[in-house]
């Protein structure tokens, strides 16, 4: 017996990704029911071998289905996660309006399974922000080992991470670029983004950090430990899929660099590729499409006491959004429904 499952957003970048990593990991579903907003109503959608027809949003009846993955940003959830979840349907929601709820989990399976049993407070969990998502699951083992007094992060996001508007800009920049006349003025970035960076992610606060920062910051302390200083500066890069960070940690007892090494090589969802030639470590071109978290370069911080460097690596659109959703349908499946 398995169970009946909602995916809302179905055919966005992350939607579809839902849907493919519930069909790859052989989620045990029963029913499939693919949601869209009333513009895109009939659109067919891959579930496996087989193509589904999304349904309308705004008039699903959510009542006998068992739980929802949304993918329909933060203003779309806040009109519709509610009723699915009085309908008794739990709903596990990728946007960023439910994450700093403190009666609402914000869960990376494999760093805080135990919070799941909190569903139950609103019938809401949350799916954390990309950037972190990754991070935490390197940072979890390292805490458990020598305990993280403080974590300096910086990124480099892929332009999936702004959807496809984000991808078709990066795209139509880089062909105008080499064809006069036809070139893209930004449109959804704040500056060009083909053959450039951009040190800005979502909008800027008033301590002059950007909410994209702030988010990783509030999330590693709800998710790992609230004692844990962070302090991150985020940057757009062209680059299609794959965020990537270099990290810093500085721990309250010595962890030599090894057995970091090992530690990582031993936890869950985590790959460790790290070779000290050219070459021996991880890009986000070679992350594309896998379920890992990749770490590389991992090597002591000798300005510090006790401190570290790595590389972190991961498929934003998987780790960072569909597939730690699914891992989440996957523990509330195992620990509290139990069906499949």
Known sequence: MGYRVVVAG??????????????????????????????????????GDTTVKTKDLDTFDFEGWDMALF???????????????????VVIDN?????????IPLIVPEVNPDAIVHYKNRNIIANPNCSTAQMVVALKPLHDRARIKRVVVS??????????????ELWNQTKGMYVPGQEVEPSKFQKQIAFNVIPHIDVFMEDGSTKEEWKMIAETKKIVDPSIKVTATCVRVPVFVGHSEAVNVETEDFLDEDEARDILRESPGILVVDKRESGGYTTPVECVGDYATFISRIRQDSTVENGLNFWC????????????????????????????
């Open 95 to 103: 946007s960023s309006l439910y994450r700093y709820e403190p009666d």
């Open 313 to 340: 690596v991961s498929d934003n659109l998987r780790k960072g959004a569909a597939l730690n959703a699914v891992q989440i349908a996957e523990l509330l499946g195992n620990r509290v429904l139990k069906k499949g």
């Open 155 to 168: 990124t480099y996001q892929s332009v999936s991470g702004a959807g496809k508007e984000g991808i078709d």
């Open 10 to 47: 179905a055919t966005g970048n992350v939607g579809r990704e839902m849907l493919n990593i519930l069909a790859e990991r052989q989620f045990p579903v029963d029913e499939i029911a693919a949601l869209a907003s009333r513009k895109s109503l009939g659109t067919e959608v891959s579930f």
């Open 71 to 89: 993918a329909v940003g933060s203003d779309a959830t806040k009109k519709y996660a509610p009723k699915a979840a009085a309908a008794g349907c």
